[in-house]
C-alpha cells in the first residue's frame, strides 16, 4: 500500500467525517488491486468496517445503494474518470440503505487525480447526510407546485367570474378589503364616465371614483352594516345594493357593489306616495273640519245652555239685570289687559279663554238655592241672612262638582268652580267662603272679584244707588292690597276705561 494512501486513510479517521478515498489500479475502480478506504463515519454508515476491509469498501458501497439510483451514481462516477479532462464533475444525490436497513439520501461528490495523460490514479470525495434536506426541498416544491396550483384555478376561477360579471346589464363593481378597487365592469365604466384602467387599484375615492358622496358612499355605509343605498346621477335614480364577501381569515371583508337603475321604478312609486298623500290630506282635512264643527256646535249649546241657566239665576234675582253679561265682559277686558301687559303669562297661557269667559256667567250659579225673600229683600240684609246668602257660593261649587262626578276631565267645569268658589274670596284673606289669601286663591276668581264688585257698585241695589263709574273705580282701586290682587289693580287702571264703555253699553239698570 502506498503511502499517500495510508496518509489518506489515517486524514479521514483524524477528521471524523464521511470521507472516502480510491486507490485506483491502472485506471480502472474495479481492478483487483484497487482499494477503498474511508472515515469512521462513512463506514459506519456503510455497517461494515470498510475502512479497514480495503477490498470490499467499494462492493459494499455499491451494494447499498438504491437500485433506482445505482445505474446513474455508477455512470457519474465512470464519467468524471473516464474523463481524462477532468471536467466532468461527480457530483451526485443517491439514496443508501444504512446498516439498520433504512434508505437515507447522501449528496455525494469527488474528484480524480490524474497523471499527466489524465489516467486517474485516485479519486476522494465526502458524503453528506441529506435526507431532511431533501425531504424539506421536496416538501418546498410540492408547496410551491401547489400555490402555483391554487394559484392557477384562482385565476381561472377569476376570469370566469369577471366574465360573469361583465355580462351584467346593470353596473358591477368589486372591492377589496381595503376599499381599493379591482374590478369593474363595462356598464359600471359607462355610467361613472371613468375608465376601468382609472378606477382599478385605486380607492374609492369620493367625488372622483364615486358618485353617491361621502354620506351615502355605498362601501363606507356597507362597512356600517347597512346593506342598500340611493343616489340620484344625471337626473335619475339609482339603488346600490351591497354584499360583502370574505377574502381571508382574519382580513376584513371586500365588497361587491351593484347599481340598479330604479328611475322608473321611483317615479311610480313617488307618484303612488303623492296621490295616496294627497288623498290622506284631504281625508285629514275633512276630519278636521268635521271636528271642528262638532266642538263649535259642542262649544254653542253648551254656552247656550250655561247662559239659560244663568239667565234663569238672574232672572230670580231681579235687581242684577245685565250683571252677568257685563260681568263676563269686564272679564274679557281684563284677561286682555294681562296678555297685553304679559302678566300671569304662564298661568293664562294654559287657560283656554273662551271656557273661562263661558263658565264666568255660572259665578252666581248657587243663588238658585237661596229663597226669593232674602234674595230680593228690599232692604240691607240682615248678618243671619247675610250668612244665608253667602251660602250661595258652597251651593255653586256642590253643583259643579256633581256635574264633574258624572263626566271626564273637563277644563270648563274646573274654570268654572275656580270663579265660582273664589269670587268672594278677598287678596287680605277676609273673604268667604274659604279665607283664602293672596296667590292661594286661583287667579279666575281673583279677576271676577274687580268684575263682580265694580258691577255691584255701579249697579241699582234695594239698598242703594249706583255709584259712578269714577267712584266705583276709586273704591276698587283703594281696595289694592286688601280686597284685590295688586297686580290686577294694576292692569284695572289701564282698562277701566273700557269698563265704563261696557257699563254704557249694556245696562239695563233699575230707575232708583
Ligand atoms: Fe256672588
Known amino acids: 500500500m502506498d503511502t499517500p494512501f495510508i496518509r489518506s486513510a489515517l486524514a479521514c479517521k483524524a477528521l471524523g467525517v464521511a470521507l472516502w478515498d480510491m486507490h485506483i489500479a491502472d485506471g480502472d475502480p474495479f481492478h483487483p488491486d484497487s482499494r477503498f478506504t474511508c472515515s469512521k463515519e462513512l463506514s459506519q454508515l456503510l455497517g461494515r468496517h470498510c475502512e479497514e476491509d480495503y477490498a470490499v469498501g467499494y462492493a459494499c458501497w455499491v451494494g447499498r445503494l438504491h437500485l433506482e439510483d445505482l445505474q446513474a451514481t455508477q455512470d457519474a462516477f465512470m464519467a468524471h474518470l473516464n474523463d481524462r479532462t477532468g471536467n466532468t464533475p461527480f457530483d451526485v444525490e443517491y439514496r443508501m440503505m444504512t446498516y439498520n436497513g433504512v434508505y437515507r439520501a447522501y449528496h455525494s461528490t469527488g474528484y480524480a487525480l490524474r497523471d499527466n495523460d489524465g489516467t486517474p490514479l485516485r479519486v476522494a470525495g465526502a458524503v453528506a447526510d441529506v435526507t431532511e434536506k431533501r425531504q424539506t426541498r421536496t ?148 276630519l278636521s273640519a268635521q271636528v271642528t264643527e262638532k266642538i263649535r256646535e259642542i262649544l254653542s249649546l253648551q254656552n247656550a245652555m250655561v247662559s239659560t241657566v244663568a239667565d234663569l239665576v238672574e232672572f230670580r234675582d231681579g235687581c242684577t239685570g245685565g250683571h252677568i253679561a257685563r260681568t263676563q265682559l269686564y272679564m274679557k277686558a281684563m284677561i286682555d289687559g294681562l296678555l297685553e301687559r304679559g302678566l300671569y303669562r304662564e298661568e293664562v297661557a294654559g287657560w283656554n279663554i273662551e271656557h273661562v269667559l263661558s263658565s264666568a256667567q255660572l259665578h252666581d250659579v248657587g243663588k238658585i238655592v237661596i229663597s226669593d225673600t232674602i234674595l230680593n229683600k228690599p232692604g240691607k240684609l240682615t248678618p243671619e241672612e247675610f250668612d244665608i246668602m253667602k251660602t250661595h257660593v258652597r251651593a255653586g261649587i256642590d253643583a259643579i262638582n256633581r256635574i264633574l262626578d258624572k263626566t271626564a276631565e273637563n277644563r270648563f267645569l274646573r274654570h268654572a268652580r275656580n270663579i265660582i268658589g273664589a269670587h268672594h274670596e278677598r287678596w287680605d284673606g277676609a273673604g268667604y267662603p274659604q279665607g283664602l289669601k293672596g296667590a292661594e286663591i286661583p287667579l279666575e276668581g281673583r279677576i271676577m272679584a274687580i268684575a263682580d264688585v265694580y258691577d255691584a257698585l255701579v249697579s241699582w241695589r234695594p239698598y242703594k244707588g249706583p255709584y259712578t263709574h269714577e267712584a266705583a273705580a276709586r273704591i276698587i282701586e283703594e281696595g289694592s292690597l286688601t280686597s284685590f290682587d295688586p297686580v290686577l289693580i294694576e292692569v284695572f287702571k289701564n282698562v277701566k276705561g273700557q269698563f265704563k264703555k261696557i257699563l254704557e253699553d249694556c245696562t239695563e239698570r233699575r230707575p232708583a
Open 139 to 286: 416538501l418546498l416544491y410540492e408547496l410551491t407546485a401547489g400555490i402555483e396550483r391554487r394559484d392557477s384555478l384562482l385565476d381561472e376561477q377569476n376570469r370566469r367570474f369577471e366574465t360573469i360579471l361583465n355580462l351584467m346589464p346593470f353596473p358591477v363593481r368589486v372591492a377589496d378589503s381595503k376599499m381599493n378597487w379591482t374590478f369593474v365592469n363595462d356598464t359600471a365604466q359607462e355610467l361613472f364616465g371613468i375608465k376601468r384602467e382609472d378606477m382599478l387599484g385605486k380607492p374609492c375615492d369620493h367625488g372622483k371614483f364615486c358618485i353617491c358622496g361621502t354620506d351615502n358612499c355605498s362601501l363606507e355605509r356597507a362597512k356600517r352594516g347597512e346593506m342598500q343605498t340611493f343616489f340620484e346621477h344625471g337626473g335619475r335614480s339609482y339603488q346600490v345594493d351591497v354584499k360583502t364577501f370574505d377574502i381571508a381569515e382574519g382580513e376584513s371583508p371586500g365588497f361587491i357593489e351593484m347599481i340598479h337603475d330604479v328611475t322608473s321604478v321611483t317615479a311610480s312609486a313617488r307618484l303612488a306616495a303623492d296621490t295616496e298623500k294627497k288623498q290622506v290630506e284631504r281625508r285629514a282635512d275633512s
